[in-house]
């Protein structure tokens, strides 16, 4: 059974994946705030929920540096490699439901004597 909405689908799970990894580096900036006694992001926003966006938009307008001795192509391909992979990660996870039918009968074939 398909999703009679597979683009609503998918932009469903790309915002889960991009607010997941929003919270885990807020969660990572209070941990680190709070090991190494200092303050952490609670500067901007409530809590500094804002602080994650604040770096995207500081990373958006940042100036583009490439180190003189880098592969050029390499050096800017990399991030979007890594990004595809990590959505395609996602591709592989079944967001539908599956039938109790065949679960029962895969089980009842692994554990017969």
Excluded: C, H
């Excluded at 994946?17 to 901007?44: C, F, S």
């Excluded at 809590?47 to 995207?56: I, N, P, R, S, W």
């Excluded at 050029?72 to 039938?99: G, Q, R």
């Amino acid at each position: 059974m398909t999703s009679p909405y597979p683009i609503v689908t998918m932009i469903v799970i790309l915002a889960a994946a991009l607010t997941l990894a929003a919270g885990l580096i807020w969660v990572e900036r209070r941990l680190l705030a709070l090991w190494q006694d200092r303050y952490g992001p609670n500067r901007v926003g409530p809590f500094g929920l804002l602080q994650v966006l604040a770096d995207m938009i500081k990373i958006f307008f940042k100036e583009d540096w490439i180190p003189p001795f880098a592969d050029k192509a390499v050096f800017i391909v990399a991030p979007a490699v890594i990004l595809v992979t990590v959505l395609m990660s996602f591709a592989v996870v079944p967001f539908a439901p599956v039938p109790s039918r065949t679960v029962s009968v895969l089980l009842a074939e692994s554990y017969s004597p």
